[in-house]
T-cell receptor, first 115, second 113 residues
Framework: AQTVTQSQPEMSVQEAETVTLSCTYD???????LFWYKQPPSRQMILVIR??????QNATENRFSVNFQKAAKSFSLKISDSQLGDAAMYFC????????????FGKGTKLTVNP | DTEVTQTPKHLVMGMTNKKSLKCEQH?????MYWYKQKAKKPPELMFV???????INESVPSRFSPECPNSSLLNLHLHALQPEDSALYLC????????????FGNGTRLTVT
């Protein structure tokens, strides 16, 4: 079974600085999808960024980018120019390719942004 | 604003009550999901509907009964719940069950007394 590990329960960053959240996963599949979701106190799970495993190029969405290392099964999230609104729980998630693959979540990293 | 709407936002119910959680999306998505999330934990999958048919039931107790009346609506009927069922219940939808990302609602905070 696939597993997703986030080794940092909590992280903090100064406003305007850069922070990297770690995520590793275990799978025997060659094609799959990886996601980072953000859950602020408002409770909604918001998709931050996604990466297809067959793409070598790292995904980027404005201030958010990933470092996808397929061989190492690593998928870290870099947040540049951190803003107070970035404070949230961040969940890394894995989904295999297929018609009925479930989304597997890591345990989450709580990010605090200090003014 | 969320494209997946959940009602109510908060619900307090006794163990003998019957209540329902509602979820609605108008993105044309054909897969809809119920998740349960305890504090400081990741969401746990409960049910998945694909094209209005129940596709996955993660061995959820029968006191939780899902219903998908049409492609835009998903309900979760609750009956004889236990205090440990208190949690945030999240609804999500996706274009299909393949690789499309899930879009989540704001959730219903359920407290069972």
């Amino acid at each position: 079974a696939q597993t997703v590990t986030q080794s940092q329960p909590e992280m903090s960053v100064q406003e305007a600085e850069t922070v990297t959240l770690s995520c590793t996963y275990d799978t025997s599949e060659s094609d799959y999808y990886l996601f980072w979701y953000k859950q602020p106190p408002s409770r909604q799970m918001i998709l931050v960024i996604r990466q297809e495993a067959y793409k070598q190029q790292n995904a980027t969405e404005n201030r958010f980018s990933v470092n996808f290392q397929k061989a190492a099964k690593s998928f870290s999230l870099k947040i540049s120019d951190s803003q107070l609104g970035d404070a949230a729980m961040y969940f890394c998630a894995y989904r295999g390719q297929g018609g009925s693959e479930k989304l597997v979540f890591g345990k989450g990293t709580k990010l605090t942004v200090n003014p | 604003d969320t494209e997946v709407t959940q009602t109510p936002k908060h619900l307090v119910m006794g163990m003998t009550n019957k209540k329902s959680l509602k979820c609605e999306q108008h993105m044309g998505h054909r897969a809809m999901y119920w998740y349960k999330q305890k504090a400081k934990k990741p969401p746990e999958l409960m049910f998945v509907y694909s094209y209005e048919k129940l596709s996955i039931n993660e061995s959820v107790p029968s006191r939780f009964s899902p219903e998908c009346p049409n492609s835009s609506l998903l309900n979760l009927h609750l009956h004889a719940l236990q205090p440990e069922d208190s949690a945030l219940y999240l609804c999500a939808s996706s274009r299909d069950m393949a690789n499309s990302p899930l879009h989540f609602g704001n959730g219903t905070r359920l407290t069972v007394t």
